[in-house]
């Protein structure tokens, strides 16, 4: 009887940890991000110069499962110039099944360098949109909100 | 067999919160994309698209342009308030600027682009070829208050692509001319 509950009470626990553990390890497995090949959408590549100051913007979502079937989403955002430009990443949005995802807003202000990764949402068949408004700025000598769409 | 309990309980919540999260996101099947920016509807958009080929007339394209460009200086360069000494970035005659105080001074239609450039210095990149419509509108004739009034050049540049509508890519800009370049 005791080696029965000795079983008994190995699998349960056995059966406990897979419930924690697998769906962890699932989770994990399907956070990694995909190669540059798989499926992918890209807003243009959006730049531009004044006084010898150069700047660019881009969004680039990606989709698990080449974008057939029930697949996850998640995109980057970049945003970069030379010197010392100062940029405002105002707003970088979207959307999936028309449902704003959050959060929205990466809140980077007043620095040289912007660049992040959403994570991935999901799983789901919808399609998704995203975009991004930019403010770049030198104080005295330019101005540019930059908007990109994908 | 308390904790037992407690783990296989723990156990159940988090398979009942992965099976939650999976349906909440499963159920936004064939949902509907939305257009991003504002004004700009997808449902309205719609002719039928052949790659290559002019979809919209240069009228229907200016018309849906515009819009967008006013837009979006009202959101930017043209917000009251919000530009320091004077209330705004750019000003006409002691007003902030709209963009009817801006001629348009480019308006063209780009098959399959893989690149599109604006006479105002801005460019967009596409990964595949696009029918792209560019329009810029500029002035000469603004200030900036919180630049203690100087002369400037406001430039707006819309990138839309024909057939659906959809907006791209826009700059509102302000530049001093008088401002030293950068030299490296």
Redesign the interface.
């Known amino acids: 009887m005791k080696i029965i509950f000795r079983v008994a009470?190995k699998a349960?626990?056995l059966?406990?940890l897979a419930?924690?553990v697998l769906?962890?390890f699932?989770?994990t497995v399907m956070l990694q991000r995909p190669a540059f090949a798989d499926c992918q959408q890209?807003?243009?590549?959006?730049?531009?110069?004044?006084?010898?100051?150069t700047w660019n913007s881009y969004i680039t979502a990606y989709m698990s499962g080449n974008c057939a079937g029930?697949h996850y989403v998640g995109y980057d955002y970049y945003s970069t110039a030379?010197?010392t430009v100062w940029i405002d990443v105002d707003s970088a949005?979207v959307?999936?099944?028309?449902?704003p995802l959050t959060p929205q807003n990466p809140a980077a202000q007043q620095t040289t360098l912007v660049y992040g990764w959403s994570g991935w949402?999901?799983?789901?068949?919808?399609?998704?949109?995203?975009?991004m408004s930019t403010?770049y700025w030198k104080?005295?000598?330019?101005?540019?909100?930059?908007?990109?769409?994908i | 067999m308390n904790r037992l309990k407690t783990l296989s309980m723990l156990s159940a919540l988090a398979s009942l919160a992965v099976l939650y999260l999976a349906g909440v996101s499963g159920r936004d099947v064939a949902g509907t994309l939305v257009r991003s920016f504002p004004g700009v509807s997808a449902a309205a958009a719609s002719k039928s698209d052949v790659r290559g080929q002019q979809t919209f007339t240069q009228e229907e394209a200016l018309v849906r342009l515009t819009a967008a460009a006013d837009t979006r200086v009202r959101e930017t360069i043209g917000v009251v308030g919000d530009g320091g000494v004077g209330g705004s970035y750019a000003s006409i005659q002691g007003r902030a600027l709209a963009l009817s105080d801006l001629g348009l001074e480019e308006l063209r239609f780009s098959p399959s682009a893989l690149r599109v450039e604006s006479s105002a210095g801005t460019y967009a990149e596409f990964v595949a070829p696009t029918d792209a419509w560019i329009a810029v509108w500029t002035t000469n004739n603004a200030v900036a208050p919180d630049w203690g009034n100087v002369p400037i050049a406001v430039k707006v540049v819309v990138v839309m692509k024909d057939g659906t509508g959809e907006i791209r890519s826009m700059h509102v800009m302000r530049v001093n001319p008088a401002a030293e370049p950068l030299s490296n």
Not at chain 1, 42 to 53: C, I, K, L
């Open positions: 009470r349960t626990a059966l406990v419930g924690i769906p962890a699932a989770a890209n807003s243009p590549n959006d730049g531009g110069s004044a006084s010898g100051y029930s030379n010197a949005r959307w999936l099944c028309g449902t949402a999901g799983p789901t068949t919808c399609g998704w949109q995203a975009d403010h104080t005295g000598v330019f101005d540019d909100w930059t908007y990109t769409n």
